[in-house]
């Protein structure tokens, strides 16, 4: 088990909401990135929070929004939900020194479900 | 485009055999990769990772490969036992935070 922890665990919300989803990271990672994984398909990055700042995004609209905090717990927020929002989402934290990444370790994830 | 994929979606073993999993890459100048597994219902669990100036790398029974001229990667678990039965994924760092994940590859552990 990593030190990465999620919640909630489960979400039920419907078409047009927003959510909000939460990480903590590792003890002595800097760094939260978050993932969202379709059934039966690999996580899909959606962007990375260093410094408290987005660090990198992926391809995802700009409805995905996050924030890091100075304790370097992150949140996920997603407005307008849509359908295919449903998924898990993961977070994975890691440590980073100047521009050096080392492993990323992922949380359990928060099973999202959009009716 | 850029891509890690893998080249089976199910990989079915005897307990006790060497389990095998393969991903290619495309991006020659890739330079990180890592294996993970999935467990039903959980987060994926870092197994192991490789940097390119490394063609080898060993863990607790598990063993990764790489092949730079092929732009190919491979997982080996050794003695696979019925807890190794899990979704296996291969990914890429590509900076800026960002891993690429593939498809996955089911490994089903048969008595």
């Known amino acids: 088990e990593t030190g990465v922890t999620q919640s909630p665990t489960h979400l039920i919300k419907t078409r047009g909401q927003q959510v909000t989803l939460r990480c903590s990271s590792q003890s002595g990672h800097n760094t939260v990135s978050w993932y969202q994984q379709a059934l039966g398909q690999g996580p899909q990055f959606i962007f990375q929070?260093?410094?408290?700042?987005?660090?990198g995004r992926g391809n995802f609209p700009p409805r995905f929004s996050g924030l890091q905090f100075p304790n370097y717990s992150s949140e996920l927020n997603v407005n307008a939900l849509e359908l295919d929002d449903s998924a898990l989402y993961l977070c994975?934290?890691?440590?980073?020194?100047?521009?050096?990444?080392?492993?990323?370790?992922f949380g359990p994830g928060t099973r999202l479900l959009v009716l | 485009g850029e891509s890690v994929g893998l080249h089976l979606p199910t990989l079915s073993v005897q307990e006790g055999d060497n389990s095998i999993i393969n991903c290619a890459y495309s991006?020659?100048?890739?330079?990180?990769f890592i294996w993970y597994k999935q467990e039903s219902g959980k987060g994926p669990q870092f197994i192991i990772d490789i940097r390119s100036n490394m063609d080898k790398r060993q863990g607790q029974r598990v063993t990764v490969l790489l092949n730079k001229t092929v732009k190919h990667l491979s997982l080996q678990i050794a003695a696979t036992q019925p807890g190794d039965s899990a979704v296996y994924f291969c990914?890429?760092?590509?900076?800026?935070?960002?891993?690429?994940f593939g498809a996955g590859t089911q490994v089903v552990v048969t008595p």
């Open positions: 994975a934290s890691s440590r980073m020194t100047g521009r050096s990444e080392e492993t990323q370790y």
């Open positions: 990914a890429e760092n590509k900076g800026w935070g960002k891993l690429q």
């Open positions: 991006n020659s100048a890739s330079d990180y």
């Open positions: 929070y260093y410094r408290e700042e987005e660090n």
